[in-house]
């Protein structure tokens, strides 16, 4: 049986609302999550790339840091919000990441991923972009540039270290959809 996804959007800062237009264009419609009590009923959760700083304060400041510790559907986390999920924050994957790592603005790109699909490769955008500087032993890497892991996956959680909302190429949300339909098949 196939029932309607609910897909949350950390909507505090950063790029939620363009999180949310790929969600509707993949016909699930998003619930922006600004309250600890908006991640109810939740079959999974992105945290949007923009400022970790500023996302972790706001996180912090309307409690929503320790809504998450126990939330436990996957989440997504694109750039800042790879950053927000890694150990020295809210810990809830399995990695270490190292921000700003390919340059500042200046270092901005897009490059072409090799992610293992059929349809071949994935054009990313990079802003100011993080990359994981070193990840245990359940992460799977899924892709890399210049031998930095960019997208990974540790177990419900998936990161991105680039913003797969800013192309048109749906796939790493599908990916995420289908990750979420997994775990909330084995949950029912
Ligand atoms: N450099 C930003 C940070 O450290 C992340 C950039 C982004 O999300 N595009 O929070």
């Given amino acids: 049986m196939d029932k309607t996804l609910r897909i949350g959007v950390l909507a505090v800062q950063g790029n939620f609302r363009e999180h949310a ?14 309250l ?3 991640l109810e009923g939740l079959d ?34 694109t ?22 790592a390919f340059g500042r603005q200046v270092h901005s790109f897009e490059a072409d991923l090799d992610i293992s699909d ?3 490769p994935l054009r990313a955008v990079f802003i100011r972009a993080p990359w994981i500087e ?3 032993p359940d992460v799977e890497i899924l892709a890399e540039v210049d ?17 797969p909302e800013l192309t048109d190429d749906t796939r790493i949300h599908e990916l995420f959809l289908n990750l979420v339909r997994e775990a909330s098949s084995v949950g029912a």
């Avoid at 237009?21 to 600004?34: G, H």
């Avoid at 929503?64 to 986390?77: N, Q, V």
């Avoid at 031998?147 to 990161?159: E, K, N, Y």
């Fill in 134 to 136: 070193d990840a245990g």
């Fill in 147 to 163: 031998g930095h892991p960019v997208l990974a996956r540790d177990g419900r959680i998936l990161v991105a270290a680039f913003h």
């Fill in 21 to 34: 237009a790929v969600l509707r264009r993949l016909s699930v419609e998003p619930v922006e999550v600004r």
């Fill in 79 to 100: 750039c800042a919000g790879m950053i927000v999920l890694d150990r020295e924050h809210l810990g809830l994957a399995d990695i270490r990441v190292a921000r700003n």
């Fill in 118 to 120: 059929a349809d071949g």
């Fill in 44 to 77: 999974g959760l992105i945290l949007p790339g923009g400022e970790s700083t500023a996302i972790t304060r706001l996180m912090r400041l309307y409690g929503l840091d320790e809504a998450l510790r126990s939330f436990d559907a996957p989440i997504f986390g």
């Fill in 36 to 38: 600890p009590e908006e």
